[in-house]
Structures are given as C-alpha cells and as structure tokens.
C-alpha cells in the first residue's frame, strides 16, 4: 500500500476521557453515536476504544456501517438509527443489531420479519423528523422492545422546545413499557441528568465537539489533521502567494507550502484565520487555501525540511465558526487522503 500523505492524529485518552465526562455529566450509561465512520474518526477504532473503558451501547445509522463493523466484542451492542427499511430485510435478518424503528410501517415489517427478536421505537416529541407520534406508540404490541428513543431538536441552545420534549417523553415513558429509555445527544447530556433516563446517545463531545458552553474546560481534542511540508521557499517582499493575490509579502518571508486542503476538509474560509500550532508558537497561513496546499509563514520557525509533518490547529469551535460550518461537518468532512493514527 502506498502511503498515506496526511495523517489524522488521534488522542485515545481523550476520547475515553469525553465519554466518562458525557457518562458523569448524563447521570446515566453513556453510549456512542459512531454513525457517518465515528464522525470520520474511524468507527470501528472508536467503538473498541470505548467498549474497553465500558460502553456497552453503539449506534450507527444504516446496516451497511452495522455490518462494516465486523464483529463486535463480548458485550457490545449495536443499534441502527434509520430503522428496517424495504430493502433492508436481509441485511438485518443477517446483522445481529437492533433496528430503531421510526415509523408505523417499519413497526410491522420488524413484527413480521422477527416479532420476538429485540428492537428499539423512536417516538417523535417535537422534532418531527424520524419517529413515532405519541398516538401511534399507543397501539404498537407484538414487539420485544428494548429501549425506546426519543431525539432532541434544540439542545444545543437554551430553548423551550427543551423542556416540551423533556416532558413529552416523560408522558411516552409512563404510556409505554421498555426495558430502557433514552433521550439525550451530546448537548443533551451536557444540560444534566434530568436529560439522562436510563442511557444517553452522545456522538459529538466524543469526538471534541463542544455543543455546550457547559462543555468547555472539560471535553478535549480528540483530532488533529497534520500534513507534510512539500516545498520550501522565500517570499519577496511586494510579491504575492496563491490564488487571488490575495497576500502580498511586507518583507521576505520564508514560506512551507503544505499538502493539505479544503478537500480534505480544511476550510477555504480558513484563509487568513487557520495556523500551524507547534507547542511554543503559531504558525500563520498566508494566501488562500486551495483544493490540495496551503501556505504557512515560518518566520517564527524556520528550520524545517521537505517531508517534515507539520499538525494543523484544530479547534473544532473556533475553526467551525471560522469556516461558517457546524463542528459536525468540520468532521464529518474531513475527507480520504488521511492515514489515522492513534496514540
Ligand atoms: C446522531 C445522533 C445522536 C448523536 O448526536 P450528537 O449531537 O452528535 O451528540 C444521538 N441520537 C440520534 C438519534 C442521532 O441521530
């Protein structure tokens, strides 16, 4: 296999480290979303990360991601946010995964397919996307139902629709028999264990999101994109670097180009805001960011060679807001060219 041109760096004990916060902060078993490749950090290493510091819950959203997780550990247990859908029958008839059925047709089809087999229900409290109304969760029978979901629409923000679903799900559990309920995302579980019930589904603050102001100080980076130095130059004063122009050297200034770029979901709009950060000093990029390369003045640290690796600052808030994007796309976006490295 060639190698890998860039690598993501990613922090184990930060990781393991989110969760127990999510899992104290929750007041209950935290579990983890690992859909989308675990938000690009690589699913299957973040599920045997956390099935060894304890969790036992795992979510992803489609029986493909179920199934390209291979098999799970002793323990482990796996749930498939879309549910059963007409095409899925046999990849979950083969899958050992619970399907999270959403809507009244997936609720006969799983009735159907595997009545006695365990399943979990989403009933829907105000977001209105996935799920069962509260009517229709009344008349479901014939299931073997584990846990029973509900999914919040505002937690990230001090909203009213927090407390109507809060007590909207309060009114499904008390109508409806389930051997667990859950309720909480990441933001979810940062307002507190009122949110918690009896299993909460963080994805994000796993992964160094912060959803939450109440997140700060407490959940830690868990990734940092780092890339290679391919050429080393000087930059005249009075001339200019990159596309546009847009970045006229006032002295000669010794440049790295790097061979990393908004396709691999470094942000475009990080020209002019983004860094290198090394652990005494940050590096600034000048000019734009292309497809594949970037520039970064090296004044403050200039012995470097072609080949060196040079890691990337990766605030996930302030680079989300930099960028114009939410923390899940920074992630979620960051692209193939990436060989992942744990420590
Ligand atoms: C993705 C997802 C989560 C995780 O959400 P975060 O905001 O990333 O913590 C939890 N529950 C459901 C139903 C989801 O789809």
Known sequence: ????????????????????????????????AIKADGYGVGARAVLDKLAEAGARDFFVSTWDEAEALGDLPEGVRLAVLHGVGPDDGEAAANSAARPILNSMAQVSRWRAMAPERPCDLMVDTGMNRLGLSLEDLGTVEGLT????????????????????????????KARFDAARYS???????CIGPDYGFDLTRPGLALYGGIPRTEARGHIRP?????????????LKAGESIGYG???????????????????????RNLSGHGHVRLANTNLPLIGRVSMDLVAVDIT??????EGDWLPLDFDLEQVAEQAGLSQYEVLTGLGTRYGRRWS
Not at 145 to 153: G, Q, W
Not at 183 to 189: H, I
Not at 300 to 305: E, H, L, V
Request: with cysteine; net charge negative; glycine share 6%.
């Open 1 to 32: 296999m060639t190698h890998k041109p860039l690598r993501l760096h990613l922090d184990s004990d930060a990781l393991v480290a989110n969760w127990r916060w999510l899992q104290e902060r929750g007041g209950a078993p935290a579990g983890a």
């Open 145 to 172: 139902v584990d846990t029973l979901h509900s999914h919040l629409a505002c937690a990230d923000e001090d909203h009213s629709m927090n407390t109507r679903q809060l007590e909207r799900f309060r009114d499904a």
């Open 183 to 189: 309720l909480a995302n990441s933001a979810g579980t």
């Open 222 to 234: 868990v990734v940092t994109p780092e890339a290679q130095i391919l050429q080393l130059r000087t």
């Open 245 to 267: 122009a847009t970045f006229v050297a006032d002295r000669d200034t010794p440049v790295a180009i790097l061979n990393i770029g908004y396709a691999d979901g470094y942000p």
């Open 300 to 305: 403050r640290s200039p012995d470097w060679r």
